[in-house]
């Protein structure tokens, strides 16, 4: 099998913006594939733990530890707690209009977008 951790060696500061363009868009090509290669071998691993081949408690693989989770608790608040969440929010957005807020930038990135099919 394929080791897919591996990568080719490339000399980063020998590639032209063309070069790098297209190594950059077949390097998310391939992430999104192995991404979508996950969710399905995720999805299996579930129906193998619903048909009890496998223990939810958890075990380990490879040196790798697995542990089923059902999920994160999230909440639905009362009317009355909305309500100050959009006052909040509203005193919130009048601060940042009116510059009595303090705005600070995060670490710099990039955003690349594949194609729609």
């Not at 500061?13 to 090509?29: F, G, K, N, S």
């Not at 992430?31 to 996950?38: F, G, T, V, Y």
């Not at 059902?70 to 929010?89: D, F, I, N």
């Amino acid at each position: 099998m394929v080791d897919l951790t591996q990568t080719v060696e490339v000399d980063l500061d020998a590639m032209d913006a063309d070069q790098v363009l297209d190594r950059i868009t077949e390097v998310r090509t391939a992430m999104a594939r192995l991404k979508a290669s996950d969710e399905a071998l995720l999805d299996r691993l579930t129906q193998l733990v619903d048909a009890g081949e496998l223990d939810p408690g958890g075990f380990t693989h490879n040196d790798h530890s697995f542990t089923w989770s059902p999920g994160r608790k999230s909440w639905t608040y009362p009317a009355g707690v909305m309500g100050l969440e959009a006052l909040t929010t509203a005193a919130k957005k009048a601060s940042e209009a009116d510059g009595s807020a303090t705005a600070k930038v995060g670490e710099p990135f990039w955003t690349i977008r594949a194609p729609k099919p």
